[in-house]
């Protein structure tokens, strides 16, 4: 078959460009989404994207089908963890204790419901205040509404600890939300 | 199902992750348990807040222009966006500003370009479903060159009746036909070859009120994109057979099509 010059830019390969183009591209956003959630900064999720899209672009030739997104983000998660410890070892590491943070479910009261502070800012700081493995499970469920399963493989981790994950994730936003309105309450003018 | 129990499962139910039996029962303690119901409705709350669109990030425009190959004329005259180290707060302002500008620019744009726009997402779409199409096995569902057995194929499947006409004189045979979904709608792709490139015509009824429009070209990584609207019906033609070669093809079916419908 006639092999055309097709007008692709220098940085891809001409004879992947489009595939890749059509396969991974749609899940720059999400590629983003989670990179900017993991690095809180727009330089260094910026540099994770980058780095990543490049190994994606490198490995594409091994990818064999399947979801294409879980694909990617796990290339994205992978990314950060490595430039992460090679920029900052230990930081990353956050070993989040699962006994300090216990499974409570402090008394639901239907009061404290009121008192959850929804909206986009504090949910914002909330979350990004929040261990990075927890906050990685909270915008893979949450934000990129991935199943357990989709989490699974890209985390690596077995399903079992990403629900317990997910709920330990969740416990501790609620608290963080309830104790942020607690604040704004007194601003409150009812 | 105590309490305990209902807390552990509690989350996998409000991801809709348990199975039926562990769902029932779970759905009976919720009912019975105040507690668990107004904790369960304090998560049910909090993945609602979640959810808002405005906590998803969207990728600056700058790096999706460098992750995307560049397809028209009018493209390249821009300058290439370099790959910008990453200390530059003040180049990230200006990129912040203009991604502001275009988000109050957008719905404007939408508004006076829908036509424009929607068909640019349309060749997009067309360009990867031929591209799918080439990967093994995709690419028909009927094989044939026989337009009499082709057309009757489609019969059931589609909620029209798709033109096939017969251009293997024209030097273009029919190869096969398959369905396809473009623009969240199915639609009718019949397949011909010239030599050994492969054209997908992608046909679907339109909408009243585009009836008929006139044949309008873009390029996009070496594929062709030919689109037009005739007697109440929108044809995509997806091709990496050289432009002229595709609209002598497309000439010939527009030609056959309009001259007594070969059915």
């Known amino acids: ?190 | 199902m105590i309490c305990a129990d209902a807390r552990q499962l509690l989350h996998a139910y409000l991801d809709d992750e348990l199975d039926v039996a562990q769902s029932a029962a779970m759905a009976t303690h919720l009912q019975g348990c105040a507690t668990c119901a107004a904790g369960f409705r304090e998560h049910q709350r909090l993945r609602h807040a979640l959810a808002q669109p405005d906590l998803y990030r969207h990728a600056p425009a700058a790096l999706r222009e460098r992750w995307t190959p560049r397809r028209e004329p009018a493209d390249a005259v821009a300058p290439a966006a370099p790959y910008r180290s990453r200390r530059g707060p003040i180049v990230w302002a200006l990129a912040a500003g203009f991604a502001g500008a275009l988000l109050l620019a957008t719905p404007l744009f939408y508004a006076l370009q829908q036509h424009g726009a929607a068909g640019d997402m349309l060749a997009d779409e067309a360009v990867s479903s031929h591209l799918r199409a080439l990967q093994p096995q995709h690419l028909m569902d009927v094989v044939s060159t026989d337009q009499h057995t082709v057309k009757p194929w489609f019969d059931g499947k589609l909620d029209f009746s798709p033109r096939v006409v017969d251009l293997a004189g024209a030097g273009f045979p029919l190869v096969g036909g398959r369905l396809d979904a473009l623009g969240g709608r199915s639609v009718a792709a019949l397949v011909y070859r010239r030599h050994l490139h492969l054209i997908s015509v992608y046909e679907w009824p339109a909408a009243a009120l585009a009836a008929s429009a006139a044949l309008s070209e873009s390029q996009q990584h070496g594929y062709t994109v030919l689109r037009w609207t005739e007697g109440g019906m929108q044809y995509v033609v997806v091709s990496d057979v050289d432009p002229a070669a595709l609209h002598e093809f497309t000439q010939k079916l527009r030609q056959a099509s309009d001259g007594g419908d070969l059915r």
């Open chain 1, 1 to 190: 078959m006639p092999i055309e010059a097709p007008a692709a830019p220098p940085p891809l390969q001409p004879a992947i460009g489009a595939r890749f183009e059509a396969v991974v591209l749609p899940w720059l956003d999400a590629a983003w989404n989670l990179a900017r959630w993991l690095t809180r900064d727009d330089a260094d999720a910026q540099d994770v994207v980058q780095e990543a899209m490049l190994r994606a672009l490198r490995y594409f030739d091994s990818f064999r089908g399947g979801d294409a997104r879980v694909w990617l983000l796990a290339i994205v998660r992978n990314t950060y963890f490595t430039l992460c410890t090679k920029a900052l070892p230990g930081h990353l590491l956050e070993p989040i204790d699962e006994d300090v943070h216990p499974l409570v479910d402090e008394q639901a009261s239907p009061e404290a419901l009121t008192l959850l502070a929804v909206d986009i800012g504090s949910l914002r700081q909330a979350l990004e205040r929040l261990p990075a493995p927890w906050r990685e499970v909270i915008v893979l469920r949450e934000l990129e509404e991935c199943s357990y399963k989709e989490i699974a493989s890209i985390t690596g981790q077995k399903i079992g600890t990403v629900m317990s994950r997910l709920a330990r994730a969740r416990e501790r936003l609620k608290l963080e939300l309830s104790g942020r309105s607690g604040e704004a309450r007194r601003h409150d003018l009812r």
